[in-house]
């Protein structure tokens, strides 16, 4: 079973950056974040594959960016000039040929 173990999140207020991280039991073929509030559903924020493509939703492109470690079998989201709609809980996910993952969830809050 592949577990994601994610770090990071926390408050922060608009207009600051934050960092999350995920770390995967093993090497996946794609990994990346999906975020979550209240009574919507869980929408993509990026993705990346482990050859670099990236795909990005389009309400954080520009600020940011998601990055992998291949080697460590990570994946990082740099977030940068943060908003308080950016307020979810972030899910770290991967995929394993046709098999999906999901990290255990963390908290961003954009407030001041």
Do not use: H
């Amino acid at each position: 079973q592949v577990q994601l173990v994610e770090s990071g999140g926390g408050l922060v207020q608009p207009g600051g950056s934050l960092r999350l991280s995920c770390a995967a039991s093993s090497a996946m073929d794609a990994m990346g974040w999906y975020r979550q509030v209240p009574r919507k559903e869980r929408e993509l924020v990026a993705t990346v594959t482990t050859d670099g493509r990236t795909n990005y939703a389009d309400s954080v492109k520009g600020r940011f960016t998601i990055s992998t470690d291949n080697a460590k079998n990570t994946v990082n989201l740099q977030m940068n000039s943060l908003k308080p709609e950016d307020t979810a809980v972030y899910y770290c996910n991967a995929l394993l040929g046709l098999r999906r993952f999901w990290g255990q969830g963390t908290q961003v809050t954009v407030s001041s």
